[in-house]
Structure formats: C-alpha cells, structure tokens
C-alpha cells in the first residue's frame, strides 16, 4: 500500500526533523527575501489577487493568513516560498505578533487586506475597538494596533460606505485612527486600472501619525486606455467550467451580443423569468449576454445566477474560471486549486490584480519619500 505525504512531511522525512522545523525555514527565507523590498504582512489573502499586485510592485510577502484552504492551497501552489497561514485569524491575532513574523513593532511597511465587514454594536457609543469585537474586522484592527506597520490598505465593497447606515465604516475610520492613522479613502473603478470589467472597491489608505509629515499618498491615476473583453476573450486558453442546461442553453442562443430579455420574443423571456417578470425596474442582468466591445460585469462567485447573468459573447455559456481569472487580470499561469465551483469562488473573492498593482505602486513611491 502506497502513503502519500504533504510536501512539508516529505522534506521532514528526509531531514529528519519537524514540521515546526520547517515553518522556521519559510520564515526565515520570506525575512531574507524582505531585506530586498518593502514588506507586507495579508490578512484574508484569498486566491492571492491582492498579493500579487503588492508583489509586483515590489513588495515582499513575510506572510498571507487564509482560512479556506482551498484558496490558501492556490496560494501555496502557486508560491511555494511564501508563508501561507491556512487558520483562523481568531487564532493569530491573539499571538505575539512581533515573535511570530519576526518583526518588532513599527518595522513592517505596509498590512493589507480586507475583512468582510458585519454590522457592530453601539451600545456605549464609544465607536471604539470594543464596538467590533466578535467581527471579522476585529483582527485586522488588532494586527493594526500590535504591529503599527508604516501604512495600511484596507479594501472592500463600495457598500460598505452605506451599511448600516453609513455607521459600520464610521467605526472603522475611528479605530483606525485610534490605533495612530492618518486616513485617505476613494471608490476606485477597476476598468480605469489595465482591467477588463467594471468592479468597483473601496480603497482605504492609512498613514502613520509620526509619518504624516514625512511622506503622502496620491491614489493612481486612471489610464488613458479602457481595456474591453474583446482584449482578453479571444486567445483565452481553455479551462474549467460549468455549462448551462440544454433548455438556458437554447434560450441564450437567442440573445444577441450586449443583448438581454427584452431582445428575444417576449412568450419565450416570460417563461424563462416566471415570477421575476411581473417585478419593477429594468432587470438588466437576466439574459444578459456580453459583448466583446464592453468590460465585464463584476465578475461573481458563481458561473449562474438568474439575476446576474454574464453569457459568454460568442457562446451560449458562462465564462470558465479562466476566462474570469483572466477578467480579474489574473496571468494565465496562476492556478486554482479546489472543485470547479470552488475555484470560481476564488476567482470572484478577489481583488483584481492590475488594480492592486497600481494602487501598491503608490504606496512604494510613499514609502520612498521616507528614505
């Protein structure tokens, strides 16, 4: 009978020492290779769309915490000398952060990533780090507060703005300036970034107080030219993905191009919409196909859902992962590990890797200023 062995119990085997052993190692080698290049430390890393764009821009990764560990396998996968952190943040955040990254207080440049956000308490009114205890947010502002990096970037939805009110990202920019931050927002539109889809982020800069007078942080600029999919689409090579059924199948033959419901005989969109079809407004996105001449909608965890449809532009299908990956600007080399449903998930999850890039860029021209 033959034993299989994850890659780290097979160099175990051989050196004959300890999985702990060699987490010192990964460590040990992501701390040399920051010598060369600003460091970052991410939180809720994903599939690694964030990452890659802070990579690219000249930043070195001293560790990524994930707890899917399908996305944290991609990660790996794909960079086998990062130190991919495949738990529950719940679990680090509590920790020596200094001892367990290697790092004192005040050293590390940039903590990036974004928490889903839940609604937080207002019992006292203090709008403070105790307001969002039991949430996701809750580590971020703790890494934040424990390793005081240089600066931060803190992504989300553009919703985020008005959740709950507005009062949810209320406390956020008052714990963050609690934690010592100086902070800058703007809603930022991938498509004006080198990326083939309409996405917008909310992008959150902060700033050290003791650095405010020493360096600035001026968000990109957009770029001149608007990427469409007809860019990305046509050489796209092949990958994963999951078909409609024979009857949608049939039914998306009938929409043209940049087409939706209202483009096919009404009987036909009636039956297909049932009850969506007595609803108010434009329902755009049912039966909606693309265009080769347009961006991407925002690229969703799903191949199909009914209300948010993205039919290929020349095929009655969805996109494949690949063909997202590629609309999230993801090279073509990256993988994905995971079930096909999965692996759509992750690519949806992400941040595009073009808009992290340029957005990273700024921040290394920041940091400069200091040196």
């Known amino acids: 009978m033959s034993v299989s062995f994850e890659p780290g119990e097979k160099i175990c085997t051989v050196l004959n020492c300890s999985a702990e052993d ?12 920051a010598s060369k290049h600003y460091t970052t430390i991410e939180l809720f890393a994903g599939a690694g769309g964030l990452a890659l764009g ?18 944290a396998d991609s990660l790996k996968k794909n ?9 529950d943040i719940a679990n680090i955040s509590c920790l020596d952060l200094e001892e367990y990254f290697g790092i004192k207080e005040g050293e590390l440049d940039l903590l990036s990533g974004g928490a889903p956000c839940q609604a937080f308490s207002y019992a006292g009114k203090r709008l403070g780090l105790e307001d969002a205890r039991g949430t996701l947010f809750y580590h971020y502002a703790m890494f934040l507060r424990k ?22 990202y209320v406390t956020i920019i008052n714990i963050f300036e609690q934690a010592g931050y100086t902070i800058q927002k703007k809603v930022l539109n991938a498509w004006d970034y080198g990326v083939p889809q309409k996405r917008e982020r909310l992008i959150t800069i902060g700033i050290r107080n003791d650095l405010v007078n020493k360096l600035t942080y001026n968000f990109p600029k957009a770029h001149d030219y608007k990427p469409v999919l007809r860019d990305v689409l046509l050489d796209c090579p092949d990958g994963p993905g999951i078909p409609y059924g024979e009857n949608k199948r049939k039914i998306f033959e009938l929409v043209p191009p940049g087409g939706y419901w209202k483009d096919i005989d009404p009987k036909i969109a009636k039956e297909y919409m049932k009850s969506c079809w007595d609803m108010e407004g434009g329902r755009t996105g049912i039966l909606r196909r693309m265009s080769l001449d347009e961006p991407s909608l925002t690229v969703l965890t799903s191949p199909s859902q009914k209300q948010t449809e993205r039919c290929h532009p020349l095929h009655a299908r ?3 992962v690949r063909e997202n990956a590629r609309c999230q600007t993801f090279p073509d080399e990256w993988q994905f590990c995971g079930s096909v449903q999965s692996q759509y998930k992750q690519v949806g999850n992400a941040v595009p890797v ?8 700024e921040i290394h021209k920041s940091l400069e200023e200091i040196n």
Request: aromatic letters at 8%.
């Open 22 to 33: 060699i987490s010192e190692i990964q460590r040990d080698n992501a701390i040399e290779n």
């Open 54 to 71: 802070i990579e690219k821009a000249e930043f070195a990764t001293l560790g990524l915490i994930e707890l899917d560990k399908d996305a």
């Open 79 to 87: 960079r086998p000398d990062w130190r991919v952190i495949n738990d």
């Open 147 to 168: 390793l005081q990096p240089k600066m931060f970037l803190f992504e989300n939805v553009r919703g985020l703005l008005t959740h709950d009110k507005g009062r949810t």
């Open 318 to 320: 969805p996109f494949t």
């Open 354 to 361: 073009n808009l992290a890039y340029d957005i990273a860029v």
